[in-house]
Antibody
């Protein structure tokens, strides 16, 4: 079954870091980029960045530069997103999503179920 | 960054209605525009990619079109399972930005 399975909910204190995992199954992990998108409660979708699981190359949104790190473990087909220096505004559901490119157009065809990260003192 | 706007922000419609949602980009994005549906408590689901291509498995009542920097998602014959929030997304350049969403609810 083609799917992305994310790790469970996290509660963190301000200033801490969180690392969310995203395990791919049913397809070749290194053949598709993995993106991370977050959504605060009742709000819209915000793209954080992407990682190429083959090369490990990453592109981060400027907003998260210096605070986010996207990595992978190819042997277990898992992508990771670590966000540091957490603040209350980082409370959100974090999604991983697979992207495909057709004629230069990227689209996200497979999503994980999301991981709720709550930042609270 | 490319800004995406959507209109309306919400709408009420009945089963069987034809619904149109518009998305506008702040600059030219060619046809690098995707549409997603999101239901409460669920991840987004891809409906349309490259402005007008229907994703596999998506009902044919969904369609997309483009005119310059304006993009349209049309639902022809709204079904009960279509009540959800719809987002457009540009993937012309990073950061890939989403529109603020259009919530479709029952009249």
């Amino acid at each position: 079954q083609v799917q992305l399975v994310q790790s469970g909910a996290e509660v963190k204190k301000p200033g801490a870091s969180v690392k969310v995992s995203c395990k791919a199954s049913g397809y070749t992990f290194t053949s598709y980029d993995i993106n991370w998108v977050r959504q605060a409660t009742g709000q819209g979708l915000e793209w954080m960045g992407w990682m190429n699981p083959n090369s490990g190359n990453t592109v981060y949104a400027q907003k998260f530069q210096g605070r986010v790190s996207m990595t992978k473990s190819t042997s277990i087909s898992t992508a990771y997103m670590e966000l540091s220096s957490l603040r209350s505004e980082d409370t959100a559901v974090y999604y991983c999503a697979r992207s495909i490119a057709v004629a230069g157009n990227w689209y996200f065809d497979l999503w994980g179920r999301g991981t709720l990260v709550t930042v609270s003192s | 960054d490319i800004q995406m706007t959507q209109s309306p922000s919400s709408l009420s419609a009945s089963v069987g209605d034809r619904v149109t949602i518009t998305c506008r980009a702040s600059q030219s994005i060619s046809n690098f525009l995707n549409w997603y549906q999101q239901k409460p408590g669920q991840a987004p689901n891809l409906l349309i990619y490259a402005a007008s291509s229907l994703q596999n498995g998506v009902p044919s009542r969904f369609s997309g079109s483009a005119s310059g920097t304006d993009f349209t998602l049309t639902i022809s014959g709204l079904q009960p399972e279509d009540f959800a929030t719809y987002y457009c997304q540009q993937t012309y350049s990073t950061p890939f930005t989403f529109g603020p969403g259009t919530k479709v609810d029952i009249k």
